[in-house]
Every structure is written in C-alpha cells, then in structure tokens.
C-alpha cells in the first residue's frame, strides 16, 4: 500500500525472493492419490474407478486424513497470503477511487452508518456528538505520525503543519497526555485520541485500558504510571497543572486502533529470544483484552513503516498477526507506511471507513428505550414515573375524603 510497487506480473510475488513462508507451503496437492470428498470417504483412495479404503489399516487411514487436512490446511493459508500480497497492487489499480472515498468520509456524521435491523431505528440509539476513535499501541508505533498522516489526507494540503508531536528518539514515552484531535481540523463528526505508549508491564496496561473505556477519555488528561520515576512524575506534575484549564468533558470511546511498527514485529517474529516473545505475546493479551472489544468486533490494527521492509516481509507480518490477534489480515490489518501515493492514502480512508462503520454498528441503545407491548403500546420509563405520581395522588384523595 504504498513504499514498493507491483503490477500483477511483478517480479517482487513471483521472484526469488521468497519469505519463509513460501519457502514452507508444499505444492499444490490436489492430484494425489488421497483426496477430500463428502460423506463416507473422506480421505479414502481411487481403485478401478471406484472409492474406497483400499489396503489402509485404521492407523494408517488416519494419518493419511490428518495429512490430507494439513495441506489443504496450508493451501488455504497460502491462498490468504498471496491474496494480501495482490492487495498492494489492487490499491493502485483503484486509485480512482480516491476522490469517492474521501468524500464519504468527509461526509460522515455521528450514526450516519447506522444499520436499522430487528426493527430498530435511528432514534433508538445514543448517539454521540463526535464519534471518538482511540488509538493506542506500544513505544514508537507511530501513533502520532498516523494522526499527522490522516489529517493531511482529508484536509488535502500538503503543507499543513504536523498537528501531534513526533518524536524520533526512543528515548521516553512521547505522549504522556490525552490529546483530541478533531478530523477533519474544526469539525464535529469525529475524533483521534492520541495516548501513552503501552507499558511492558501488562498489569499497568490493563488499568490504562479500563480508566479509558470505561470512565472515558478526556483531552489533556494526565496518564500516571505506577513504574515512573520520581523525577519523571515531578515533570509530569509541573506540566499537569499548566494543562488544567484544558481538561474538558470525558468522551466515551467508540472504536479501538492498535498502531504497531513491522520492523519492531518483524524483528520479534524472527526472534528466538524469550523476551522478544514475551513482547509479542503482551501486545496480543492487550489487543484481546474484552474491553478494547464492541460485542465481537475487535480493533483494526495499523501496520506502520513498512516502507523500510519488502512485500513479501509485509505480508508475512500481516499474517503473522492475524494468526497472533484472531483477525484477517487483510480486512482489518491495514498497512500505511510513510509513503504519500495513492495507494496509502487509499488505505487510510478505507481503515477510517472500517472504524467509523463498526463504531457506528455498536452505539449503544437509549437508556429509556421503549417497550413495545402485545398492543404495540410504547411504556416509557417516564409514562411509568406518570402513572405512579397520579397513583399516590389518587390515594391521598382517598383517604383524605373517605
């Protein structure tokens, strides 16, 4: 999506630069002699045109299925694997597309994607005034640099100033503070939430991740750590009070992006050491944590600085993670690098689409929701608040006058 090029002929997919997993997939299986088919003969063998068992023992009929499932197994890993690795050519192929989905993003309001099913309608949900996307994910992800890349892209000025601070040491967190950047700059249909770096300490991430979505995010809002440093914490205290006068009314969060560097993943994923494991395996316990989730839609994750890596490298961490994460890696697994084609731009507005959708799949119903009788009688709560203040008035009636 962006950094290298393909056509649907290019050397970079056929070529002999090959990742592991290709190098791992066997060839195409389907001419052999043990084959899957429907009902009883699964697995069994063609003899004088007919099915059957042949001379297999039970021991060895099982192995030959177990085999059978195993390739088509990789057959179909590697059917998703050469699917996300065209998807970079297809998004330059659609780069008419561009104008289309730019402009249903910018046309997008608060529960505008609003799917009305089971009778429900429009009104029946919470509504919020801007839809609130929060971005989160471990030190140097590029969560900033994303905000930057995104706002570029719908406010179609190439010389707009960098709107989220970019730091390009890694030294320090970057973003100890809540920051709200409103996209498209000054309107009201949603909203990016910058936040700290994940820790390497899980228990702190999870009592990051419940402070957020549960109590909500707030623009400004310092995020203290049990593990920072004296020093750091009077720092961060000094600057807490200048940042007072901004902390303004808690948004609830409508949607979750998980930002993660390829080279960092990559890096990890051909690692042998334990540490590195253990990273890998803290940025799935947080992704998988409930709270991230809306009923069954879990985050889309943001692959960023892929521009450094080959295709096919991309591609292998696309699958990595969504065999990591329980996710495909093609329909929510976006990859942006640090690139300023079409192909990249196209990929943002799709991501933005994804969350905007699924945010607005899963707004939560009125608190006073009515309730639809046999009689298709609406009782609301303040009907039943109605009846009960006439009740009492109706008894003291009573027993004043009888």
Not at 197 to 209: G, I, Y
Request: net charge neutral; hydrophobic share 35%; with cysteine.
């Amino acid at each position: 999506m962006g950094g290298d090029t393909t056509t649907l002929d290019s050397p970079l997919i056929y070529s002999t630069e090959e990742s592991s997993l290709d190098r791992n997939f066997p060839e195409n299986s389907l001419g052999s002699r043990t084959f899957l088919s429907g009902g009883d003969h699964f697995g069994s063998e063609m003899e004088n045109g007919k099915a059957g068992l042949g001379f297999m023992d039970s021991e060895e009929f099982v192995r030959a299925s177990s085999i059978s499932l195993d390739e088509v197994n990789r057959k179909r890993e590697r059917n998703v694997y050469m699917d996300v690795l065209k998807s970079y050519d297809e998004l330059h192929l659609h780069k008419d597309r561009l104008k289309e989905a730019k402009s249903k993003i910018l046309r997008y309001t608060p529960g505008s994607w609003i799917e009305e099913v089971g009778g429900m309608k429009k009104s029946d949900y919470n509504i919020p005034k801007k839809t609130t996307l929060l971005l989160i994910g471990p030190k140097a992800s590029g969560k900033s640099s994303l905000v930057n890349k995104i706002s570029m892209v719908l406010e179609d000025d190439p010389f707009t100033p960098e709107r989220a601070p970019v730091s390009y040491s890694s030294v320090g967190d970057g973003t100890y503070f809540l920051q709200e950047y409103t996209i498209p700059r000054g309107s009201s249909s949603f909203c990016l939430y910058d936040t700290r770096s994940l820790s390497d300490d899980l228990t702190e991430n999870k009592k990051m991740v419940k402070q957020w979505m549960t109590k909500g995010v707030r623009h400004g809002e310092l995020i203290k750590r049990d593990s920072d440093d004296v020093h750091l914490k009077s720092k961060m205290k000094s600057k807490a009070r200048r940042n007072s006068l901004y902390v303004i009314e808690a948004k609830m969060v409508n949607f979750v992006i998980l930002v993660v560097n390829a080279v960092s993943i990559l890096e990890l994923m051909d690692g042998d050491d334990e540490t590195k494991r253990q990273k890998t395996q803290a940025v799935a316990t947080t992704f998988n944590d409930p709270l991230l989730s809306f009923e069954d839609d879990k985050p889309v994750v943001v692959l960023t600085h892929g521009d450094l890596l080959s295709l096919s490298d991309r591609t292998r961490i696309r699958m990595h993670l969504g065999q990591l994460l329980g996710i495909h890696p093609k329909k929510q697994i976006f990859d942006i690098p640090e690139s300023d084609d079409s192909g990249t731009k196209l990929t943002i507005l799709n991501m933005l689409r994804y969350c905007l959708e699924h945010a607005d799949k899963k707004l939560p119903f009125k608190n006073d929701l009515p309730f639809k009788g046999p009689f298709s009688c609406e009782v609301t709560l303040l009907d039943v608040l109605a009846i009960l203040v006439l009740f009492i008035l109706a008894c003291a009636f009573l027993v004043q006058y009888l």
